[in-house]
């Protein structure tokens, strides 16, 4: 393969030419077979598209391709993923470094605050008096507004700048800073669990939910909320979506995969709500 490198005037004198022809038409075979080769048989880096966490199919072809980061698509559930995912590390350092969010300051606190007094009025009869887990708590607003109305709420989040606010703003109520592995080992029972906007940010799907299914009490409650990939609000070109920015966002469903991820862990959907973002809101309930 020297001859493909540095080219055949480099290595035949052209006093020779006919030696030159068939040296070069030789070359020429070389590498229309090498190419023929590398189209028919592929690296598995380059065909492995992996398999859909919710329906197991490996019919999952490329969907968009963003930056270095490839999306894929399950044909079956229309389960849009990251794949390769990124490093569980990577994802914990972005909600650890950099920022707004101190120990005495966290970014639109007040409306943060409001938002989640309304939410905890709407979710008030699914865990009245009960207690209330927040996975995802962020600054504790949600936590704290579903204690004012008379529940038992605690939270739970790996940012430690968010859990340092809450702790210092809100501290009635317990903020944990742990993964899903550690916290599991309290063997804590709630009546319901509240997890807005974070199940699209989580490598480890298979152990959030078997965390949700570990941690609710039978005939308890989870609320959850994350983006709508069907949603008619979705730009038509998917890329201009404020949304769809890896790796901070690593997976999209739609309403009926959804449904069927809870469904394989012991869930069914109770009630939808609808809201004015591009995004699902249900609650589901363990059996």
Known sequence: MILSRVGCNDV???????????????VKIVLRGSMVSEVANPSPGHTEGGICPICKSSDVPKFRAVGDYQY????QCAFVFLHPMPNESVLESMYNTGGRITGDNYPKAKSRFHRGLRTAIQLYRFAWRG?????????????????????????????????AYARNHFGKSTFYRE?????????LKFKMVYSS??????????????????????????YITTPNIDSDLV???????????PPRHVQFF????????????????KRRLYGPKAGLRFIF???
């Open 254 to 269: 739609n309403p009926d995969n959804l449904k069927q991820l809870f469904a394989d862990y012991g869930f069914t959907a």
């Open 131 to 163: 207690p209330v887990l927040d996975i995802g708590c962020g600054g504790g607003f949600q936590v704290e507004a579903f204690r004012l109305l008379g529940m038992r709420p605690c939270g739970l989040d790996i940012g430690a700048n968010s859990i």
């Open 72 to 75: 894929r698509k399950c044909r």
């Open 179 to 187: 993964s899903f592995q550690e916290f599991s080992k309290r063997k």
């Open 285 to 287: 309930r363990k059996q």
């Open 12 to 26: 035949l004198c052209k006093k020779n030419m006919p030696v030159l022809k068939a040296a070069c038409a030789i």
């Open 235 to 245: 730009p038509e070109n998917i890329n201009d979506w404020d949304v769809f920015d």
């Open 197 to 222: 906007e974070v199940i699209e940010h989580l490598v480890d799907l298979d152990g959030y939910m078997r965390l949700l299914n570990n941690s609710v009490n039978k005939k308890g409650y989870v």
